[in-house]
């Protein structure tokens, strides 16, 4: 079974604050995603990456940047942590470089900016 | 996502009835339409996919069906049980979005005992 991890699943932050949100996938996956998931507007890509230190900006970039030193980790950050950041923090792994593969999510991690 | 509509948000059915949930996409280059459930607590996960060369698949209790001149596709799942109380998401690759995949905003499924 795939398996996607996420550091954690309830997170309280103030803002201004830097956030580092990370994710471990177990299958050896090519692509690694960050989605954030906000009622009413479904799932939307942040940022994406297709191998190693390597990152494409997804629908809503802004504010946040991302890092990925090892194939299995896909870190998102945010510099200075906003209110309007406060979500629902999904990230996902895919086998290979294309985005019509099944694509595994983790459980979530739910950010409250204070 | 603006170029996914899904409806309805919400869809409540009594257990062993029929539960259809409806997306619209505006690219007519899109080609790979699937489908994921987010149960309470859990990541979404993927259940059932359609690619454009077929018009429907099907897998137990779910289908999906397609209608490219119409751009919409959807869900059904018969014979509802509880186990089908979820969140359910539809996404399209959309070639406007450079091929990524964009998600409608959700359906929130509660089968009633």
């Known amino acids: 079974d795939v398996k996607v991890t996420q550091s954690s699943r309830y997170l309280v932050k103030r803002t201004g604050e830097k956030v580092f949100l990370e994710c471990v996938q177990d299958?050896?996956?090519?692509?690694m995603f960050w989605y954030r998931q906000d009622p009413g507007l479904g799932l939307r890509l942040i940022y994406f990456s297709y191998d190693v230190k390597m990152k494409e900006k997804g629908d809503i970039p802004e504010g946040y940047s991302v890092s990925r030193e090892k194939k299995e980790r896909f870190s998102l950050i945010l510099e200075s942590a906003s209110t309007n950041q406060t979500s629902m923090y999904l990230c996902?792994?895919?086998?290979?470089?294309?985005?019509?593969?099944?694509?595994?999510f983790g459980p979530g991690t739910r950010l409250t900016v204070l | 996502g603006e170029n996914v509509e899904q409806h309805p948000s919400t869809l409540s059915v009594q257990e062993g009835d029929s539960a259809v949930i409806k997306c619209t996409y505006s690219d007519s280059a899109s080609n790979y339409f699937p489908w994921y459930k987010q149960e309470l607590g859990k990541g979404p996960q993927l259940i059932i996919d359609?690619?454009?060369?077929?018009g429907e698949k099907k897998d137990q209790r779910i289908a999906v069906t397609l209608n490219k001149t119409a751009k919409h596709f959807s869900l059904h799942i018969t014979e509802t049980q509880p186990e089908d109380s979820a969140v359910y998401f539809c996404?399209?690759?959309?070639?406007?979005?450079?091929?990524?995949?964009?998600f409608g905003a959700g359906t929130t499924v509660t089968v009633r005992a």
């Open positions: 996404a399209a690759l959309l070639r406007s979005n450079d091929y990524k995949l964009s």
């Open positions: 359609i690619r454009s060369n077929v």
């Open positions: 996902a792994s895919s086998p290979t470089g294309t985005h019509t593969d099944t694509q595994y």
């Open positions: 299958m050896d996956h090519e692509n």
